[in-house]
């Protein structure tokens, strides 16, 4: 396991998980594009070395892990101009845990072959504080000779790992994922509401419904926040949109449609405009804000 790591990305989920593959005594290049943002703080309090840039951070990686935003992003950070690909030492692995969809991923793999580079995509679920405690539930697509090489770094940052399948399968699956939180998130709202037409106390809700057939860890989890107006982040309105962009894109392939998505979508839309569209930055509970002040 004597392998150098790099990490890319340092954000809400990236920071936290450079530092948890840092604190296990693994040597661990960190980057981030923009000075100053908290989890180049946070990796650096792992034991990260940060560094300022992705040639720096890649050109002695065995492994060279990714988490950044959207799929334009994660093909600037790998493939553009001072990106992995020109600097990584051949037959290095690049891991990329952004949730960017299938097609971003299989295409990504190809491109990193033509620089006998492999390519896993391992996309997590589990929020901020999943990747703080190192709890992720990983989702890995690839080659199971290299998804071996890289089990031991996915079981710091994560609890649950699968491999799904060839490259592009984890991506897959977290699509799944994200259809089910973006209906879940619904159906919270809809309960929240539901107890409120009907005066009883929403805390019963979650008290009650958490433990029978209708429990969820949407229920469970965003339940309290809702009930407490508290709408931080663990997973920001603005990905969740990301992610419901790319399941349909993914739809659009077949002559299927997802109405309880299109609803989601239509739902969070109208929070990320509130606020002068700063309601883009709440988490995914803020969508009860469509119900209650659209009223
Ligand atoms: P955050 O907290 O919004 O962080 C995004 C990170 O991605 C942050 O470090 C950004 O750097 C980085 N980023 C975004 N675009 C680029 C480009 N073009 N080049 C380099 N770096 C970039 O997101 P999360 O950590 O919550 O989530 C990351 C992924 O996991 C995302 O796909 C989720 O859906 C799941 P910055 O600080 O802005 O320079």
New binding site residues.
Partial sequence: MNKNLAF????????PMAANLAQSGHRVKAW???PG?P?IEIAKNGGAAIVTSIQEAVETADIIFT????V??VE??ILGDRGVAKFARSSAIVVD????GREGACKIAAKLQEYNLRFLDA??SGG?IGAQNGTLTIMVGGDRADFIECQPFFEIMGKNIHLCGPVGSGQAVKLCNQVLCAVHAIALCEAMQMADIQGIDPNLIVEVCSTGAAGSWALSNLGPKIINSDLDPA??IE?IL??LRLVAETISTSDKNLPGVELADRLFKIVKELDGGKGAKQGIQAMIRAYREAE
Avoid: Q, Y
Wanted: hydrophobic share 30%; proline share 9%.
């Fill in positions: 890319l990305g340092l954000g809400l989920m990236g920071g981030n594009r923009t943002r989890g988490c950044v935003s959207d334009p992003d600037e950070v845990m952004s949730t960017i996309p997590v901020d997973f920001p990905h990301k992610d």
